[in-house]
């Protein structure tokens, strides 16, 4: 359950999802539906992926007088994402995605984390509808999150609370791309994971998803009994590719980790978001920021 300032689902969106495989954009009614869908592969535009990006939000607003943006972009950025550099798009560094936007657009355009953004959609359009507090989390190419305690979002002091995939759950563990060692991503995520066994993550051994789920449910188990939540649902290809071998193992792993009395009995389950949860979020990034 999120509480969301502003002019929530007032209006169309054009909603915006940049990961580090592909970027997504749509057109999302104030009811969720989504419409004008379009994307494009990060890998292909290395040289001016924000001219590319640029001429697939053209063609998927067309003529329609859409004058508000949401976008979710993997981080870290700036607060409000005045300036983006994620970690996987090696070639956006401080980055100035919203000023780009708005001039590339003269539309009002705000920006958060894609797995913020995602925290978002799950409490206003999946499975936590019904919750007040809870993790949200993409395990994919990438580890991220968003943590929602008492209805509201958690921004932090720079707008990038959230990023679990930076909990050390390795002590000296593999490099990982902020420059930490055993960080979650560093041994969890997609690219974490090919580098690790020497093939594609989807095509991991038995002992690697186990593992793979012991380490999300040992992060997942910290931060309950930090933050004092019960719930946390997990999107992205690599979970949910994993299947009923990642949760039940990441759900083991999670409640040796909680031992408090109030966090122990955390369960972790799947996203109910789909495919749609990412431009769900994106819209909802534009609709909180909007007066």
């Known amino acids: 359950m999120i509480t969301l300032g502003g002019a929530r689902r007032a209006s169309p969106c054009l909603a915006i999802d940049i990961g580090a495989t592909k970027v997504e954009v749509a057109i999302v009614a104030p009811d969720g539906t989504i419409s004008s869908r379009s994307r494009l592969v990060v890998a292909q535009h290395q040289a001016d992926l924000f001219g590319a990006l640029v001429e697939l939000a053209r063609r998927v607003r067309g003529d329609q007088a859409i004058e508000l943006f949401g976008v979710g972009c993997a981080g870290p950025m700036t607060k409000g994402g005045d300036t983006v550099s994620p970690l996987n798009i090696p070639p956006w560094r401080d ?24 925290a978002l959609a ?28 008492n209805g509201r979002l958690l921004d932090g002091d720079t707008g990038n609370a959230g990023h679990v995939g930076h909990l050390n759950v390795v002590a000296n563990g593999a490099l990982c791309s902020c420059g930490a060692y055993g960080c979650l991503e560093a041994e969890a995520s997609g690219w974490a994971i090919e580098e690790r066994t020497g093939r ?52 083991k792993s999670a409640r040796t980790t909680a031992m408090m009395s109030y966090s122990h009995d955390v369960e972790i389950r799947r996203s109910q978001l789909g495919a749609d949860g990412p431009l769900l979020g994106a819209a909802l990034v534009g609709w909180r920021g909007a007066p």
Do not use: I
Request: hydrophobic share 45%; aromatic share 10%.
């Open 95 to 118: 980055f100035p995605l919203r000023d780009s936007l708005r001039d590339a657009f003269h539309a009002d355009v705000y920006v958060d984390g894609d797995a913020r953004a995602l």
């Open 122 to 149: 799950e409490g206003v359009f999946g499975a936590a509808q019904d919750v007040t507090s809870y993790l949200s989390m993409v395990v994919s190419t990438g580890v991220g999150g968003g943590l929602v305690l």
């Open 200 to 251: 594609p993550a989807d095509q991991a051994d038995q002992a690697t998803r186990q593992r793979t789920g012991e380490l999300v449910g040992r992060a997942v188990g910290m931060l309950s009994s930090v933050l004092d939540f019960r719930h946390c649902f997990v999107a992205g290809s690599v979970a949910l590719g994993y299947g009923d071998e990642f949760f039940a193992e990441a759900n």
